[in-house]
């Protein structure tokens, strides 16, 4: 005899395939779920059905967004010089939060990882080529992080992009050490690098 009617089964087994929820957690997610107000269920299965229907991608920069180009791509006070290179969508929302950034993004749509051969056709590159071939941008930043995808990432994009717009200048972040932090607690790699990118003031 079945233990969990079908239709519970069915959803916690949904929600564990999301990241962070195991399958007692998606049972408690579930049973939670079964407490809310009907309106309240009704509007977040609302919500998860629109999601795919509603949300584009941005067809410049590759953000998620309920319009085409994005907010922030049809916004003509930023400055079309200067675009930031994210792995991830969340990324440039934490700039964005920031609002410190005020050129345009692309989103590459993750990292290159060489030790799972990740090949350089899951990044959205033709995206970038496009974006620099219009010939408004002088500065690509790149904002990739710091792991060895990051760099291996970095060092890939870099170097396509020397070679198709010598013009165009590649930066990256700075790296170093955070702030708050004291220097005795640094591993070596961060202090190399501080010492490296070390500024006057
Ligand atoms: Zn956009």
């Known amino acids: 005899m079945r233990r969990i009617p079908e239709s519970l089964q069915n959803l916690v087994d949904q929600l564990s395939r999301l990241p962070g929820l195991g399958p007692k957690s998606a049972m408690r997610v579930a049973m939670t779920l079964l407490k809310w107000p009907e309106a309240e269920t009704r509007r977040l299965g609302k919500g998860i059905f629109e999601l795919r229907d509603q949300l584009n991608l941005c067809s410049r920069c590759g953000a998620l967004s309920d319009t085409d180009p994005c907010p922030i791509c049809a916004d003509?006070?930023?400055?079309?010089?200067?675009?930031?290179?994210?792995?991830?969508?969340?990324?440039?929302?934490?700039?964005?939060?920031?609002?410190?950034?005020?050129?345009?993004?692309i989103i590459l749509g993750g990292l290159l990882a060489p030790l799972d051969h990740s090949p350089a056709e899951s990044l959205e590159m033709q995206r970038l080529y496009e974006r620099l071939a219009e010939g408004q941008v002088q500065e690509l930043i790149l904002a990739l992080g710091s792991t060895a995808d990051a760099e291996a990432t970095a060092t890939f994009v870099k170097e396509q992009v020397n070679r198709r717009f010598p013009g165009v200048r590649v930066t990256r972040l700075a790296q170093g050490i955070p702030l708050g932090a004291?220097?005795?607690f640094m591993d070596r790699e961060t202090l190399r690098q501080s010492l490296l990118f070390r500024q006057s003031i």
């Open 76 to 105: 003509a006070s930023r400055d079309p010089t200067q675009i930031c290179l994210v792995a991830e969508w969340d990324s440039m929302l934490t700039l964005e939060e920031g609002n410190f950034f005020h050129g345009s993004y």
């Open 182 to 184: 004291e220097v005795r």
